[in-house]
Protein backbone atom coordinates (compact mmCIF):
# COMPACT_ATOMS: atom_id res chain seq x y z
CA UNK A 1 0.00 0.00 0.00
CA UNK A 2 3.10 2.45 1.14
CA UNK A 3 4.76 2.03 -2.60
CA UNK A 4 1.42 2.37 -3.75
CA UNK A 5 0.99 5.58 -2.35
CA UNK A 6 4.57 6.69 -3.02
CA UNK A 7 4.49 5.99 -6.53
CA UNK A 8 1.31 7.97 -6.95
CA UNK A 9 2.94 10.93 -5.26
CA UNK A 10 5.53 10.62 -7.67
CA UNK A 11 3.32 10.34 -10.50
CA UNK A 12 1.40 13.67 -9.47
CA UNK A 13 4.27 15.48 -8.39
CA UNK A 14 7.07 15.15 -11.00
CA UNK A 15 6.79 18.05 -13.92
CA UNK A 16 5.40 16.93 -17.58
CA UNK A 17 8.13 16.98 -20.25
CA UNK A 18 6.33 18.81 -22.47
CA UNK A 19 6.95 19.96 -26.16
CA UNK A 20 7.35 23.89 -27.68
CA UNK A 21 4.14 24.80 -28.50
CA UNK A 22 2.54 27.19 -31.63
CA UNK A 23 2.35 30.44 -30.18
CA UNK A 24 -1.44 31.70 -30.12
CA UNK A 25 -2.36 34.57 -31.84
CA UNK A 26 -2.96 36.95 -28.64
CA UNK A 27 0.36 35.71 -28.02
CA UNK A 28 2.64 36.72 -30.88
CA UNK A 29 0.10 39.97 -30.51
CA UNK A 30 1.75 40.41 -27.31
CA UNK A 31 5.40 39.35 -28.32
CA UNK A 32 4.78 42.41 -31.55
CA UNK A 33 3.84 45.23 -28.84
CA UNK A 34 7.18 43.57 -27.06
CA UNK A 35 8.95 44.28 -30.25
CA UNK A 36 7.35 47.69 -30.82
CA UNK A 37 8.19 48.58 -27.10
CA UNK A 38 11.99 47.03 -27.48
CA UNK A 39 12.69 49.47 -30.56
CA UNK A 40 10.96 52.57 -29.33
CA UNK A 41 12.62 52.49 -25.62
CA UNK A 42 15.98 51.38 -27.79
CA UNK A 43 15.61 54.93 -29.96
CA UNK A 44 14.70 56.65 -27.22
CA UNK A 45 17.42 56.16 -25.24
CA UNK A 46 20.07 56.03 -28.34
CA UNK A 47 20.92 52.47 -28.20
CA UNK A 48 21.66 50.30 -31.31
CA UNK A 49 18.19 48.91 -32.68
CA UNK A 50 19.36 45.22 -33.56
CA UNK A 51 15.98 44.84 -35.58
CA UNK A 52 17.50 47.61 -38.01
CA UNK A 53 14.42 48.62 -39.06
CA UNK A 54 11.38 51.16 -37.00
CA UNK A 55 8.36 48.28 -37.84
CA UNK A 56 8.15 44.29 -37.65
CA UNK A 57 6.08 42.30 -38.44
CA UNK A 58 5.73 38.76 -36.43
CA UNK A 59 5.81 35.34 -38.45
CA UNK A 60 5.77 31.64 -36.85
CA UNK A 61 6.15 31.64 -32.99
CA UNK A 62 6.84 29.23 -30.44
CA UNK A 63 6.66 28.70 -26.75
CA UNK A 64 7.72 26.40 -24.03
CA UNK A 65 7.16 27.99 -20.43
CA UNK A 66 8.20 31.16 -20.13
CA UNK A 67 10.12 31.40 -23.15
CA UNK A 68 9.19 32.14 -26.68
CA UNK A 69 11.02 32.11 -30.36
CA UNK A 70 9.42 33.79 -33.37
CA UNK A 71 10.54 34.92 -37.33
CA UNK A 72 10.22 38.45 -37.67
CA UNK A 73 10.64 40.53 -40.77
CA UNK A 74 10.51 44.05 -41.75
CA UNK A 75 7.41 45.61 -43.06
CA UNK A 76 9.37 46.62 -46.16
CA UNK A 77 11.07 43.27 -46.13
CA UNK A 78 14.46 44.15 -46.28
CA UNK A 79 15.35 42.54 -42.75
CA UNK A 80 14.36 40.01 -41.26
CA UNK A 81 15.56 37.34 -38.40
CA UNK A 82 14.57 35.42 -35.02
CA UNK A 83 13.51 36.89 -32.05
CA UNK A 84 13.67 35.36 -28.24
CA UNK A 85 11.22 36.29 -25.74
CA UNK A 86 11.22 35.83 -21.67
CA UNK A 87 8.08 36.29 -19.51
CA UNK A 88 8.53 37.87 -15.78
CA UNK A 89 5.46 38.78 -14.14
CA UNK A 90 3.07 37.98 -17.03
CA UNK A 91 4.88 39.99 -19.05
CA UNK A 92 6.65 39.41 -22.56
CA UNK A 93 10.29 40.71 -23.02
CA UNK A 94 12.67 40.55 -25.85
CA UNK A 95 15.99 38.32 -25.42
CA UNK A 96 17.75 37.65 -28.22
CA UNK A 97 17.57 39.19 -31.91
CA UNK A 98 19.11 37.87 -35.08
CA UNK A 99 19.01 39.74 -38.12
CA UNK A 100 19.87 37.61 -41.70
CA UNK A 101 19.70 34.07 -39.61
CA UNK A 102 18.05 32.35 -37.73
CA UNK A 103 18.81 31.28 -34.00
CA UNK A 104 20.19 28.22 -33.12
CA UNK A 105 20.29 26.68 -29.37
CA UNK A 106 23.50 28.30 -28.26
CA UNK A 107 22.23 31.37 -29.45
CA UNK A 108 19.73 31.38 -26.67
CA UNK A 109 21.31 29.39 -23.95
CA UNK A 110 22.92 31.70 -22.00
CA UNK A 111 24.73 32.93 -18.53
CA UNK A 112 22.70 30.94 -16.03
CA UNK A 113 21.40 34.28 -13.91
CA UNK A 114 20.07 36.13 -16.50
CA UNK A 115 16.44 36.24 -17.07
CA UNK A 116 16.92 35.64 -20.84
CA UNK A 117 18.77 33.11 -20.76
CA UNK A 118 17.02 29.69 -21.78
CA UNK A 119 17.74 26.59 -20.71
CA UNK A 120 19.14 24.10 -23.18
CA UNK A 121 16.27 21.35 -23.15
CA UNK A 122 13.98 24.11 -23.87
CA UNK A 123 15.95 26.15 -26.43
CA UNK A 124 16.44 23.08 -28.23
CA UNK A 125 12.43 22.98 -28.93
CA UNK A 126 11.95 26.25 -29.46
CA UNK A 127 14.50 26.09 -32.93
CA UNK A 128 12.72 22.67 -33.70
CA UNK A 129 9.16 23.51 -33.57
CA UNK A 130 9.65 26.79 -35.31
CA UNK A 131 11.74 25.36 -38.07
CA UNK A 132 8.34 23.11 -38.82
CA UNK A 133 6.35 25.85 -38.34
CA UNK A 134 8.09 27.77 -40.99
CA UNK A 135 7.00 24.98 -43.37
CA UNK A 136 3.33 25.96 -42.65
CA UNK A 137 3.78 29.63 -44.04
CA UNK A 138 1.80 31.33 -41.63
CA UNK A 139 0.96 34.89 -41.85
CA UNK A 140 2.81 37.80 -40.77
CA UNK A 141 0.95 39.77 -37.90
CA UNK A 142 1.12 43.57 -38.81
CA UNK A 143 3.69 45.98 -36.43
CA UNK A 144 1.71 46.64 -33.34
CA UNK A 145 2.20 50.02 -31.90
CA UNK A 146 4.55 50.90 -28.66
CA UNK A 147 2.79 51.64 -24.93
CA UNK A 148 1.26 49.13 -24.12
CA UNK A 149 3.15 46.35 -22.73
CA UNK A 150 2.82 47.52 -18.94
Not at 35 to 55: C, L, Q, R, S, V
Not at 61 to 90: I, K, P
Not at 113 to 137: F, G, M, N, R, T
Amino acid sequence: MRAIAVGLMLFVFTPAVTDARQASVQERLAMSVSIADYIHYHNYYGKTNPFKTEAVELGAAATEGRFALADWRSADDREHGQASFYTVCDTRFVGTVSTGRPLTTQNLVGQPKLESSVPAPIAAKLVAEVAQLEDLHIAYLKPAQWGTTC
